[in-house]
């Protein structure tokens, strides 16, 4: 068999995407250099929305991560017979140390989940099985494109996250900031927010160029944008406001609450490495902002690394399997011990989602290629959680998507249109989704605010 060395599709992505983003931003053609990627609506301001709405924090686990070892259907013997050694045991090989933990009878957490177990037990921590993007592509760059607008379009540059937050009111009366992107480039999923911005390091909010020069650069931009078009001296103002709230954060001495440790090491005493760390520095900067109580209603975090065609690993300390999964459920459940013990977890709901799930038969290289159904998380006080929610279609041969994947029983936009209308209070779902195609049929995920 040839062996695979990586999806050269998701390798060209990032650049792929980063190209077509700055394409649409050079037609706006008014910002300056220095300013940062902020987008400043004021269509809204004056009109609030409802105050007692939760803070959303969206996750995305790019590459396609393997649901099917996120969440072991190991009731269903078919899975076993698809995978001869990356299936999770189950949990009644009581002497094997990678068996799965219970959750219903029926469906398990790998090992390295295990942490969010005790969320699960109290009913906050919500799984839903087989479900995803109903659309058959199994390319990262349409299927991420179509999940963060919301629907398959490609023409649709903006994001259902953005659209929620530019047809609602906002939260907090004059707030400077009302979504974040924690990474490098903004997502899709924010494009069209008002008052959105992205940030690849909280600690880092320079202007740029020499730093003992900096107070003289800045006084002279201030002076030089106060007399600008109004609408650049507006956003000019801003973003000079904006930059001056983020370093009063101090967020490089932020201190978690009730001991919540973030990017914990690996059980066997290793470190972590890659996006597996950033992703816990992106949990801790949401959970900085959220504290600061500054009026941030949404935070993005991006989770890469998730494209395991070959040495899939999920059992393995180092493996790349093994190391996402793990650093999601520690990272995970520190933010929560963190937001709730500061009294702020009660009005937060995290969403977790990847593109497309990994086929259920493992391929030679011990990984598994591009599939179709997968399962999306949910955290938090308001989840109708303890349970692996969903319509479970089986994974014999003769059930599966075009023969090698799990099929979708649960349009994903049914759980987001849900989170965005009881959590988030906004019952203009058609803005959110504007696809005349799709109406959503609420699965009773979370509770009403």
Known sequence: ??????????????RRGLIEKMGRQALQGLAPAWMPSVTFGSDYRGKFGPADRDVLISVYLRGGCDGLTVCVPYGDPAYYQHRSSLAVPPPDQTTNANRAVDLNGFFGLPPAMQPLKELYDLGHFLVVHATGLTNNTRSHFDAQQFMEAGKADKNLWTGWLGRHLASIGEMKEGALLRAVGLSGTLALTLEGGPRTT???NMEDTRYGGRSESEAARVNWLRQAYATAQPGLAEAADNTFKTIDLLRSLNFSNYQPAGGAQYNQPMPNGGGTYGSASDFGNSLRAAASLIRADVGVEAVHVDFGGWDTHEYQAPFEYYGPMYMGM????????ALYTDLEASGFMGNVTVAIVSEFGR???QNGNYGTDHGHGNVMMLLGKNVN???VLGTWPGLASE?????NALAITTDYRDIIAEVVQKRLKNTNLSAVFPDSGYTPTFRNAVRAA
């Open 198 to 200: 992205t940030l690849a």
């Open 399 to 403: 059930l599966l998507h075009e023969h």
């Open 385 to 387: 959680g303890g349970q």
């Open 359 to 361: 086929t259920v038969q």
């Open 1 to 14: 068999m040839q062996r695979k060395v990586g999806c050269q599709e998701y390798e060209n992505l990032s």
């Open 326 to 333: 793990y650093s999601l459920a520690t990272n995970l459940r």
